[in-house]
């Protein structure tokens, strides 16, 4: 049976225009992703925040506000309104692209009133340490969504439905306030002690109406967008047992699989398993320390040991449950998780995560049409060729060559449903070079070129696949049949 392989596309990223148009836009182009070979779109989060246009998507206010009331300022959100949102979705889908919607669950921000709650100081580094007696505290706690009018929800949120927060209005304060009577989770990542905080208004997921609560909300949510399935936020500060059940039951309830991406943001690949084994609901993570490898190796330049930049990374450990990335919203510079990989290494660090028989690779917005707030050019040539070699040529068995630290390569064999298909790709992080490699009997006495155009030359392969093949210093060279019928 043909299939193609599966690559999703983030589409947005953090400096986006507030022109209210993203809806729109990716609509329009949903017939020429698909073309290019994107099997699904990671949309960003949709409701109401707290910054009204001006927000990102990221400062939850109300869940049920998916550009429709007019709150915080505003009907619209950064990226449009409902009707716009849902036609974006419905476009996508009939264009046969899955759309996956970023779920925002862990904070709430831009609270309608201030409370006084009794709270104490917590230490910042080791949140199980508390570093003040308890105080009141004056909390932007309460929430009443007064622009919805209780359509939909008539829950309201106040302190007892949050564990902590980041400001008391009394003294003027930053720092992290535990509530009275309140605990963080335990089934939470481990660095800082616990990491149940990490912004905001913390959501107390130990609180059973907020659970019921979040439970209506998204059978709500797809009911409404009959979205394919999520991108779930920051879930390494979420009880890991809460969304275990949540999709459970939402699956359940509709009798279907909703597709789902974690992110839980940590170079420790033990604590990314150990999230996945635990919570079988989830189906794949983002794989953050394969993005470590890549930004390791970009800043090092040609001081790194290529062999091993797949070692001790999802992709490595659990192939299946591996979305591979390059860089994303959260990476970009200036966010708090700056980790840009530098400009000369991303076309291999591509190269790495698209043409390989492992892993769901994740194209980035800011790479793919640059990020003008840096002045970051974009990627969109070069990408486009990868897409397309994906879609149609990286098939087939995978032979691997991660035989010296700068030059590494591997081969696609090709396979019977795809014409043409096959592929040799060479990398290096230092001087280039030529690496003999087998291509396999798909391709045998055949001609093939660098379709990046990045060496001029063509290669010879004889008739039992093997040929040498090039790449410049400090870039990569994918090589495939001259003429193929796909005309890359």
């Known amino acids: 049976m043909k ?9 947005f990223e953090w400096y986006l225009p507030n022109d209210c148009n993203l809806w729109n836009v990716v609509a329009q182009k949903a017939s020429r992703f698909n073309k290019m070979g994107i099997t699904s779109i990671w949309l960003p989060p949709a409701q109401k925040s707290a910054a009204g246009i001006n927000d990102t998507g990221y400062g939850c206010y109300d869940l049920y506000d998916l550009g429709e009331f007019y709150q915080k300022g505003t009907v619209r959100t950064k990226y449009g309104t409902k009707e716009e949102y849902l036609n974006a979705i419905r476009s996508l889908q009939n264009a046969g692209i899955k759309v996956l919607a970023d779920i925002v669950l862990n904070h709430r921000l831009g609270a309608d009133e201030k409370q006084d709650v009794i709270a104490c100081r917590v230490d910042s580094e080791n949140r199980l340490r508390s570093i003040s007696d308890y105080k009141t505290i004056s909390a ?13 929800s008539s829950f309201k949120m106040n302190w007892s439905h949050f564990n902590a ?13 535990r509530f009275y009577g309140k605990h963080f989770s335990l089934d939470v990542d481990q660095e800082k ?4 905080y990490l ?24 009911d409404t967008t009959h979205v394919d399935g999520f991108r779930l936020d920051a879930v390494k500060h979420i009880r890991s047992s809460f969304y275990k059940r949540w999709l459970h039951d939402l699956n359940q309830e509709f009798n279907t699989h909703l597709y789902t991406v974690g992110e839980y ?31 390791e190796a970009s800043r090092k330049a040609g001081d790194y040991d290529m062999r091993y930049i797949l070692e001790d990374t999802l992709v490595d450990r659990r192939p299946s449950k591996a979305v591979t990335f390059v860089d994303n919203h959260d990476t970009e510079p200036g966010q708090i998780l700056e980790s840009w990989i530098d400009s000369w290494f991303k076309p291999l660090a591509y190269a790495l995560i698209m043409l390989r028989d492992k892993g769901i690779p994740c194209i980035f917005y800011g790479d793919y049409y640059g990020v003008p707030q840096y002045n970051i050019p974009p990627m969109k040539d070069f990408l486009d060729i990868l897409l397309l070699t994906r879609k149609y040529l990286a098939y087939g068995k995978q032979h691997d060559y991660f035989d010296d630290p700068n030059l590494i390569g591997w081969t696609r064999e090709g396979d019977y449903y795809h014409q043409d298909s096959g592929v040799a790709v060479v990398l290096s992080d230092g001087e280039g070079g030529g690496k003999q490699m087998n291509i396999g009997k798909n391709l045998a006495d055949t001609v093939l070129y660098d379709c990046t155009g990045n060496v001029k030359e063509t290669v010879y392969v004889d008739k039992n696949g093997n040929g040498i093949f090039y790449c410049n210093g400090g870039s990569v060279s994918v090589w495939i049949k001259k003429d193929n019928m796909y005309n890359l």
Not at 140 to 145: A, C, H, L, P
Not at 193 to 196: L, P, Q, Y
Not at 288 to 294: A, Q
């Open 193 to 196: 002690g616990n990491f149940d």
């Open 199 to 222: 912004m905001g208004a913390d959501v107390d997921f130990n609180n059973l109406d907020t659970v019921d609560e979040l439970n209506f909300w998204g059978k709500w949510f797809y």
């Open 265 to 295: 943001f940590s170079y420790n690949i033990d604590s990314l398993i150990n999230y996945l084994e635990y919570n079988t609901e989830v189906d794949t993570l983002f794989d953050v320390p394969l993005h470590g490898h890549f930004m």
């Open 3 to 11: 299939e193609i392989n599966h690559t999703m596309m983030q589409y």
């Open 165 to 177: 927060i980041d400001y008391d209005c009394n003294t003027n304060e930053n720092d992290i306030f």
């Open 140 to 152: 932007w706690t309460k929430y009443n969504f007064d622009g919805r009018n209780n359509k939909y």
